[in-house]
């Protein structure tokens, strides 16, 4: 497929987007093209083009000018030639993920922990990372992309592709969720419930079937509008009424199996240590919204109440598969987002309206294929 396409692109950090005509991508042996049909402009994105090389200079950008995008949706336009299980017209969501297959950690099947661990139209997490930025230079705020077909999820035509879109933040609480081994004998603590992180852990705790789920915001209107998602098993309280832990304890008694910390960088501390104060004997703790800095914790009680303590960064395709099966079944509710829907040609205003937004309901898109009518 000759021709050109319309990407937006960041040619130096800080600046706006910029609208740029480039080639379109031709996909390698075991790659496919897709056509963008919408991506998901997550909350942390202004960060990562404003403050990330100040931030966090270890996490590497793409080489500059780059083409962002993390959570893309869409069609298969063409496959290459070694690519098995896909084809021309799949939908599918293409997770950014991309791992290396050669490292200790990729052979042993381990691939999120691979050594150049890398988020495609994102950023890198080591040092070696920049290799695999360089082979998949494509994020979703193009009309197309290219990517490894190991990294692709295929979508039912019960799922849109706005509700695909938000597989990202639905699947990092899904792996969290799975490695904390959240069922139906399961207490959960979901700090941070009524946000695009913490909403997703609790759609997915319901799924799973966790009997009681915990939730602390600040925002009570939005609280209360996540409690009612299920009467009864949903019980939320405002961190400005007081100490989490309190709250956990004089609810639970024992406190909760699991607590699930969504809250992200910019968060203080106190609330992800009452958290871990709110955990019964035995319990698991898992931080997915990057809390950061320093955080005092009393390493004497975990020891004795035999607390786990775990990070939890993204997950694989297989997980988003999973995810798909559980929305086509009818155990993930997906509906309750509200697709906020610009086209490519207005990215840099979806962007900044994302500080706007409803807490965790609002689900802000572009869609790159809307200017051919695809």
Known sequence: MAGTMLAARMHHVGDPMSLDEVPVPEPGPHDVRVSVRACNIVPNLANILQNWTTWFPQNPLPALPAIFGLDPAGVVDSVGSDVHGFAPGDRVYVNPGRYCGDCLSCRRGEHNDCTSYAFSGYFGFTATAPRLLDRYPYGGLAEYMIAPQYSLVKLPDSISFEQAARFGYLGTGYAALRKARVGTDTTVLINGISGTLGLGVALLSLAMGATTILGTGRD??????????????????????????????????????????????????????????????????????????????????????????????????????????????????????????YPLTKVNEAIGGVAARNGGFSNFLITPAERSGR
Not at 246 to 261: E, N, Y
Not at 316 to 330: H, I, K, L, R, T
């Open 220 to 341: 009570r209107d939005l609280l209360a509008r996540v409690e009612a998602l299920a009467p009864g098993r949903i019980r939320t309280f405002s961190t400005l009424d007081g100490a989490i832990d309190s709250w956990v304890h004089r609810t639970l008694g024992g406190g909760v199996d699991v607590h699930i910390d969504a809250l992200g960088p910019g968060a203080p501390h106190e609330p992800f240590q009452q958290g871990l104060k709110s955990l019964r004997r035995g319990g698991r703790a898992v931080n997915i919204g990057a809390t950061a800095g320093e955080v005092p914790i009393d390493v004497h009680h975990i020891m004795d109440q035999q607390l786990q303590l775990l990070g939890s960064c993204w997950f694989s395709a297989g997980e988003g598969q999973a995810m798909a099966a559980m929305a086509d079944a009818g155990l993930l509710d997906l509906s309750i987002f509200e697709h906020i829907i």
